[in-house]
């Protein structure tokens, strides 16, 4: 059975996401695009958000992507209205159920490759342009 959030086969998503989250901690070279790795990610399944968790992980990725800042940027930028004292609003889910009703996505993890640093940061970036493309194209 494929994921019915992301549609990748056999639901190896979660695994490979584990896998690679793993890599991105092990080998700083891989860990270059940690940052996008978990905001695609979690953008393709959004049941593990909030609606306003998954659109603060949108505009997040836009910034990354589009405007070209940084995660340590972004950090100083946000860190107070990321604050879980301070924000207005939850990132998890409160009932696991999606926000979005999407299941096909261009890209999924299952795209990108590992076979060294080099490939493996220009699949995630690229799985997470085309994520960014079809996420801004859902209507909310």
Known sequence: MNC????ATDNLCQS???????????DMSYGEVHN????????QHSSKLSLEGWMYERDLLRE???EKKSP???RQQVKDSVDSGKRTFTFKSKDGRP????S???RTIL?????????????????????????EAIAI
């Open 64 to 66: 990354f992507i589009v």
């Open 36 to 43: 996008l790795t978990v905001a695609t990610y979690m953008l």
């Open 111 to 135: 795209d990108v490759r590992a076979e060294n640093a080099e490939v493996y940061c220009a699949d995630v970036n690229t799985w997470a342009q085309a994520v960014l493309k079809d996420a």
């Open 99 to 102: 926000v979005i009703n999407k």
């Open 72 to 74: 340590s940027l972004i």
């Open 16 to 26: 490979r996401f584990d896998e690679f989250l793993a890599l991105e901690f092990s």
């Open 104 to 106: 096909t996505w261009t």
């Open 4 to 7: 019915p959030e992301c549609g």
